[in-house]
Nanobody, 126 residues
Framework: QVQLVESGGGSVQAGGSLRVSCAASGSTYSRTCMGWFRQAPGKEREGVAHIYTGTGTTYYADSVKGRFTISTDNAKNTVYLQMNSLKPEDTAMYYC???????????????????WGQGTQVSVSS
């Protein structure tokens, strides 16, 4: 089992920026499928971004393309989500997730991930 610990959430005004981080345990991090998801109250969990740490290949939800950037520091076993131009509708609990193996075309399917972090809250005010 991979342990995931998120940090970096907080409150910001619309138009602002935040960066959330996810530190992962495990020796295979350099060849890992890592995703960021979010869940707002009363809504389903949705995929935000995904990265394969071996090649740096990334995927994004249409709602965040051009505003969010997922990246990885393999030396630190850490994946980041840089969020710019934040909007009130970005308010949610953000979770990172690990998948042992995942086709890139299905990166947004939460049920395909094996381990999850505890989440970090991001709140954007108008």
């Amino acid at each position: 089992q991979v342990q995931l610990v998120e940090s970096g959430g907080g409150s910001v005004q619309a138009g602002g920026s935040l960066r959330v981080s996810c530190a992962a345990s495990g020796s295979t991090y350099s060849r890992t499928c890592m995703g960021w998801f979010r869940q707002a109250p009363g809504k389903e969990r949705e995929g935000v971004a995904h990265i394969y740490t071996g090649t740096g290949t990334t995927y994004y939800a249409d709602s965040v393309k051009g505003r969010f950037t997922i990246s990885t520091d393999n030396a630190k076993n850490t994946v980041y989500l840089q969020m710019n131009s934040l909007k009130p509708e970005d308010t949610a609990m953000y979770y990172c997730a690990f998948a042992r193996s995942l086709s890139g075309t299905r990166w947004y399917r939460a049920e395909l991930y094996n381990d999850w972090g505890q989440g970090t809250q991001v709140s954007v005010s108008s």
